[in-house]
């Protein structure tokens, strides 16, 4: 699973990377859940996470079909496939 992430441009700092994009993710899950402790809401905790983990996902398999050239910038279509992937999970809750 590890090679999954190992993308040549990121070759110097690749773990660090990786370890900061995790301990923030945590973080700041943790504050939500705090927040929505008090509330008692903590079932608002799955929206984020499913659209993250679907959405995100999907995001990169289009990016692997349809992603053939190389951009300075960031692909529309992973935007706007989270954007849809939410905008289901949501109705869908």
Do not use: C
């Amino acid at each position: 699973m590890f090679l999954y992430f190992d993308r040549p441009e990121d070759r110097p700092h690749k773990l660090l990377w990786l370890t900061t994009q995790f301990m923030a993710s945590y973080v700041v899950l943790d504050i939500v859940v705090f927040y929505l402790a008090n509330y008692n809401a903590v079932e608002l905790l799955y929206i984020p996470i499913l659209i993250n983990g679907i959405g995100e996902g999907l995001a990169a398999l289009v990016g692997i079909r349809f992603g053939k050239h190389h951009y300075q910038t960031r692909a529309l279509f992973s935007r706007n496939n989270i954007f849809v992937v939410s905008k289901v999970e949501l109705v869908s809750l």
